[in-house]
């Protein structure tokens, strides 16, 4: 596929024999810059969440701002960047882009920072750049509601959501949220306690006023919109809650609950707004309904197939108005572990993490494999018609798929859903920078992304890349994000090992700090 697609770009740019004009210039993407922290340290993974799957790199919209969260990041306060003895404390990093430099801006602690609260494992920015959300989802506070008493931590993994916002440069925390029913302490006190992990994936819609929360151990066995939440029958079933904000502040607004609640499902594990936060995507990636298709029968018969939910609001209030599955979806292939959304809402992209095809390319029809145990890993894409239904429009694997190689552990879909990036962070090819060599498994996890484009619903393959220092390990595309146009790119690499030197500049081949993390930046033009 590569093959054909860079004689149809060497057609585009020179024309044919016949001398043909082309008709339009593709867009060249280069490498421009590598970020590190003020204050890189071993283990701090500087540009990925808590998790293999955090997202904690976003840009906003207008391309001005960059916050990057790193969750082990250990100082005990914000006056002391240098201080170690908050292990997992969790600190986010914000940075201004300068006339295409980009510069730090901001190094940000939340008002009660703990051990192992795993601040900055989820990271949301407004399009101004001017509202970030932050959550740190170890958080042990058993409070509930917006701005309580801190002073609390009995509630181990409750979890907690923090938003900031910027005045002329300075920032500053302006609520801290919990959930309205946190958790529960267990019946016996020598049971562990059971926190619902609030803020395990947020989003917050363009204009910073809407938020959506996702606690994916919570254990309501509710359905729908505003159900109980006092019902603790699923374990780990998973919510959403939505906030916004008045001219008095954050305040809760409801609660989404899957139409088919189910203990384990984990629903919430991953969310996505449209730009006017009236359209939200929702992953489930255990759940457990049995066939392919759009708001298909939603049984427990076919374990860990995943799933994804959207849910409008409308006149009179939140409503789910799908459910969706991949076309060659099977058991245990955990769609919707990542979904995104464009800025309009009609395009929907969800992977399916460990889907074991070998297949490659662009729609390709592949074997029943659910045996296979591979997690290649596959990304399906969905767009709703004008009458309001979703259907598949492509399935997409890497050009180079490989085993265990997680292609889709991050996507990003431009707003205006032609273009789309995928991550695959446990690729393992040992080459460097743009289109480099795919065909060999020299490095282990060393991580890749993939550029795709799509004209008149075809989708295809632009770009294969890496960091120009990327090695093994290193998990290049643990994280993504663009700006509006898709014109910037920042990939995290949450494994990169390089420290800085008294200049601030990258020492080529400098391995002295071991998962300190790193964000490269890209331009798309």
């Known amino acids: 596929m590569l093959r054909s697609t860079c004689i149809a770009l060497f057609l585009m740019i020179f024309g044919c024999s016949n001398n043909i004009e ?60 240098e201080d170690n003895s908050f292990y997992g404390a969790g600190a986010v990093y914000v940075f201004t882009n300068q006339g295409g430099n980009w510069i730090q801006e901001a190094y940000l602690k939340p008002s009660n920072p703990g051990i192992t609260d795993n601040f900055g494992y989820a990271v949301e920015i407004s399009d101004d750049g001017d509202t970030l959300v932050v959550s740190s989802v170890f958080e042990a506070s058993s409070q509930t509601g917006v701005n309580p008493d801190i002073e609390d931590e009995i509630l181990p993994q409750a979890g907690a959501v923090y938003v900031f916002t ?57 359905t729908g919109v505003n159900g109980d939440m006092t019902d603790n029958s699923a374990v780990s079933a998973g919510a959403v809650y939505i906030y916004e904000k008045s001219e008095s502040g954050w305040e809760f607004s409801d609660y989404l609950k899957a139409s088919n609640a189910g203990g384990g499902d984990l629903f919430g594990y991953s969310l996505s707004f449209s730009q006017d936060g009236n359209t939200l995507a929702i992953g489930g990636y255990d759940e457990d309904g049995s066939l392919n298709g759009n708001n298909d029968v939603q ?23 799908a459910y969706l599955k991949g076309s060659y979806q099977e058991r245990n292939d955990s769609i919707g572990v990542v979904v995104d959304i464009s800025a309009d809402g009609r395009t929907l992209v969800s992977a399916a993490l460990d889907e074991d095809s070998m297949m490659t390319g662009v729609n390709p029809v592949p074997e029943p494999d659910w045996e296979s145990d591979l997690s290649t890993g596959g990304v399906y894409v969905f767009v709703k018609g004008d009458s309001g239904q979703w259907s598949q429009e492509a399935y997409i694997k890497a050009s180079n798929t490989g085993i265990q190689d997680w292609f889709g552990s991050r996507l990003e879909l431009s707003p205006n859903g032609d273009e789309l990036i995928i991550g695959s962070q446990l690729e393992d090819s040992d080459s460097h920078g743009i289109e480099g060599d795919q065909s060999n498994d020299n490095a282990q ?50 494994g990169e090992d390089s420290s800085l030197a008294e200049d601030g500049s990258i020492q080529p081949g400098d391995n002295s700090l071991l998962e300190s993390g790193a964000v490269y930046i890209f331009t798309y033009n």
Do not use: C
Request: hydrophobic letters at 35%; a negative charge; charged letters at 20%.
């Open 22 to 81: 082309p008709t339009s210039t593709p867009k060249v993407l280069t490498e421009v810059q590598i970020l590190k922290a003020s204050n890189p340290n071993y283990g701090d993974q500087f540009g990925v969440g808590g998790t293999l799957l955090g997202d904690a790199v976003v840009m906003s919209a207008d391309g001005s701002t960059l916050a990057v969260g790193a969750t082990f990041e250990a100082s005990n306060s914000i006056s002391n960047q």
């Open 166 to 222: 910027r005045d002329a440069g300075n920032w500053s925390e302006e609520a801290y949220i919990k959930a309205p029913n946190t958790g529960h302490m267990p019946d016996d006190p020598m049971a562990l306690s059971d926190g619902d992990q609030f803020g395990f994936a947020v989003s917050i819609n363009g204009a910073g006023n809407k938020l959506a929360i996702a606690s994916i151990t919570e254990d309501s066995g509710a």
């Open 299 to 321: 049984d427990d018969d076919v374990a860990g197939m995943g799933a994804v939910y959207v849910f409008e609001d409308q006149a009179d209030g939140w409503i789910q108005t």
């Open 445 to 494: 996890e060393a991580g890749a992304a993939y550029l795709f484009t799509r004209e008149n619903g075809e989708w295809t393959q632009q770009y294969y890349f890496k960091g120009s220092n990327t090695e093994a390990y290193d998990e290049f595309a643990s994280t993504l994000s663009t700006n509006f146009d898709g014109s910037i790119i920042a990939i995290g690499a949450r």
